[in-house]
């Protein structure tokens, strides 16, 4: 079975554990921490992907860090970790999140189980196969020339400018997700869509999947309910940016 739905941590395999954006650490950096003193009213969830013999649990968020541990934002951990590392972090978080969040079959309500042989769960009344949800996102840095398009969203309370992201509608392709996106929020127009690169961004679910594009026409008039400011920055005046390690972060400073 791929995915074992665990009461307690595995003793003796690493385990990942995640506290709402966090992800508990050693005095080391490192997350995969085997037999980790957690209290036991305190854990949510805890999955085993027994192909890659590694643990996710999810922690309530009053849980605090034992002894010698402590919790840090999960782009602070990718920003010091490899893509593979990342990778095996996500992928824990993510099946964690799904199963927790996953517990009734859509059409039939009954409860669902794990599949024996793949990464999803079945519906024993129905026979419906439920698979993980991964919600792929575009997130593109439009440049004019020398000049970076940069915005900031209107939730944002930190004076951060980032790129210009949005979630991909059915039927959609990438590109056109795109086009679209940079239209509703700026009413600008793009031209040579290029592929840069993607991160999973277990926050929920999400696919990054990053491009550059360049300026092709238009006035920027921004969309208000998304976007608080959008403007054209030179590279050496650039505003505060996100945090190293987001996939904003990397299509900017052109390492991705
Ligand atoms: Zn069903």
């Not at 059409?107 to 919600?135: D, K, N, V």
């Amino acid at each position: 079975m791929p995915l074992l739905d665990l009461t307690i941590p595995p003793a003796g395999k690493p385990v990942y554990y995640f506290r709402g954006r966090e992800i508990l650490v050693d005095g080391q950096g490192e997350a995969a921490l085997q037999d980790v003193p957690v209290a036991p009213g305190s854990l949510r969830k805890c999955c085993l992907d027994t192909t890659i013999g590694c643990a996710g649990a999810l922690l309530d968020a009053a849980a605090e860090a034992p002894s010698g541990l402590q919790f840090i934002p999960v782009p602070t951990y990718f920003f010091t970790h490899d893509d593979a590392q990342n990778a095996r972090a996500s992928r824990l978080k993510g099946y964690a999140a799904w199963l927790d969040a996953t517990r009734f079959c859509p059409f039939c309500g009954t409860p669902l189980q794990l599949h024996g042989s793949e990464h999803a769960l079945a519906c024993p009344a129905c026979g419906r196969m439920h698979y993980p949800r991964i919600e792929p996102c575009i997130i593109t840095l439009i440049t004019r020339g020398e000049e970076l398009l940069l915005l900031r969203n209107a939730r944002d309370t930190m004076g951060i400018y980032a790129c210009l992201a949005g979630f991909v509608e059915m039927g959609e392709s990438l590109e056109q997700a795109l086009r679209r996106e940079v239209r509703e929020e700026t009413a600008l127009e793009v031209q040579d869509i290029r592929y840069a690169g993607s991160q999973a961004w277990p926050f929920p679910d999400q696919l990054m999947v990053g491009f550059y594009a360049e300026y092709k026409s238009g006035e920027i008039r921004i969309q208000e309910s998304e976007v608080a400011d959008a403007r054209w920055f030179r590279r050496d005046a650039l505003p505060p940016l996100p945090k190293p390690g987001s996939i904003a972060w990397r299509l900017i400073n052109g390492r991705l």
